[in-house]
């Protein structure tokens, strides 16, 4: 729903260092060579133009993976059915004679396709991706879905928040230094009755601990992060292993709109990137409206007339409208936009009866008993404050992602005449 910046020149290059450190050990590059020519008769490297390695791609640009999905689809994929099948050397294609794979070829097939994925385990490496999304968290302001807008998307600590492990040494709550230590021989009475200066401090009265062991407290404090939000692979990576590791095939959304709705579903049909929050030209916001609905629509002369009638959320209904062609409408049905934002419809009739309340003509009356001068500009920026007092300031001001239902909030309000 919108897009996501990833230009953190700092993080992509913590993004790529990640890949390539795991890939160089044990000839790992040199297995995926070897195994696609076992299982294609071919180089994977042919999905690549002139000068372009597997480590350029983590890192390529979403309009750039497409080429390479493009290129993977014809060099390793045929499509039967409407599904995509790997194109494995002795192992024949589907087709309207062999609609299925025979016992014996399915488990070949199934055994094969394994191995293929195994080459690029996100699996292994998504604690790590994790990780440094969590610590970039500020700089790619993640907030909500960048599917939906409906949930937050964050990262959230077992323990209580504290600044630093002095900062928990000294605050901490008993239960929480019992979990912290387990069966390690430490004093909890003794940690609850002192004061820590400095973590050289918590090393000299801290008996059984020492520089190791606070290190490791350190980074175990860490560790008791939880995410509150998942990666999607956009262009899936069962079907495109080969991207499974490119950072801008990954979009932080929550747990709905990628395990229970997106799944493993391809939306780049027709050559088209403009459908990843992670594209540079993803516009949704442009080119996608909420729009509220009445029957009888067109019989009200204005808005304030329109509005009049609507005293429940059954007086209306709320529509996503695309501004003439453009290409969201299976973002749309993919992630049940419309279906999801009618339990919403609360939000949208919150807004109406504010207008309802407070037309611009009582607002400017309030500015009058309000201003202490006559100066026109100071008039308008008490009114416009006002305006966000009674709204709520994110129908005004800030990005979309801050806040849930967001950009419904100011859709509907420029539909009845607030903005």
């Not at 042919?46 to 309009?63: H, L």
């Not at 996100?122 to 993640?142: H, V, W």
């Not at 395990?259 to 516009?283: C, G, V, Y």
């Amino acid at each position: 729903m919108y897009k996501i910046n990833y230009d953190n020149s700092e993080f992509i290059n913590e993004f790529q260092n990640l890949v390539v450190d795991y890939f160089n050990k044990e000839n790992r590059l040199n297995k995926i060579e070897s195994t696609f020519k076992k299982l294609f008769g071919k180089s994977y490297t042919i999905c690549y133009s002139v000068g372009t390695n597997f480590y350029d791609t983590a890192i390529y640009k979403f309009d750039q993976l497409i080429n390479i999905a493009e290129q993977f689809n014809n060099k390793f994929l045929y499509e039967f059915d409407g599904e995509f099948y790997f194109d494995f050397r002795h192992i024949k294609r589907l087709s309207k004679v062999h609609k299925k794979f025979s016992p014996s070829e399915l488990k070949k097939y199934n055994r094969k396709k394994e191995r293929l994925r195994a080459l690029f385990p996100y699996s292994s490496l998504q604690p790590m991706i994790a990780k440094l999304f969590r610590k970039y968290k500020n700089e790619l302001k993640l907030s909500t879905c960048f599917y939906c807008n409906i949930d937050y998307i964050n990262s959230f600590n077992s323990y209580s928040e504290y600044k630093d492990i002095v900062d928990f040494f000294n605050n901490a709550s008993r239960d929480e230094l019992i979990t912290m230590f387990g069966d390690k021989k430490i004093n909890i009475d003794n940690i609850k009755n002192s004061f820590f200066s400095s973590e050289s401090d918590i090393v000299k009265n801290t008996y059984n601990l020492g520089k190791e062991g606070l290190k490791k407290l350190k980074n175990d404090l860490y560790l008791h992060t939880h995410d509150h939000f998942t990666l999607d692979h956009f262009i899936d990576k069962g079907t495109f292993p080969i991207l499974a590791l490119s950072l801008y095939n990954l979009v932080p959304s929550c747990y709905t709109c990628n395990s229970k709705l997106k799944k493993e579903k391809n939306l780049i049909k027709n050559n088209s990137s403009l459908l990843s929050p992670t594209d540079d030209n993803f516009d949704f916001d442009s080119h996608v409206k909420f729009k509220m609905f009445m029957e009888h629509d067109r019989k009200y002369i204005n808005t304030e007339q329109k509005i009049s009638q609507i005293n429940s959320e059954k007086d209306f209904i709320i529509k996503l409208t695309e501004k003439s062609y453009s290409a969201y409408g299976e973002f749309i049905r993919c992630f049940k936009l419309e279906g999801r934002y009618q339990f919403h419809k609360k939000t949208a009739l919150d807004l109406i009866d504010k207008r309802k309340s407070y037309p611009d003509k009582h607002i400017y009356d309030m500015v009058k008993v309000l201003s202490t001068s006559n100066d026109p500009i100071e008039e308008k920026k008490l009114f416009d404050m006002l305006k966000r007092d009674i709204y709520g300031k994110e129908v005004f001001d800030g990005e979309i992602k801050d806040v849930p239902l967001t950009k419904l909030k100011r859709d509907i309000a420029e539909n009845i005449g607030i903005k």
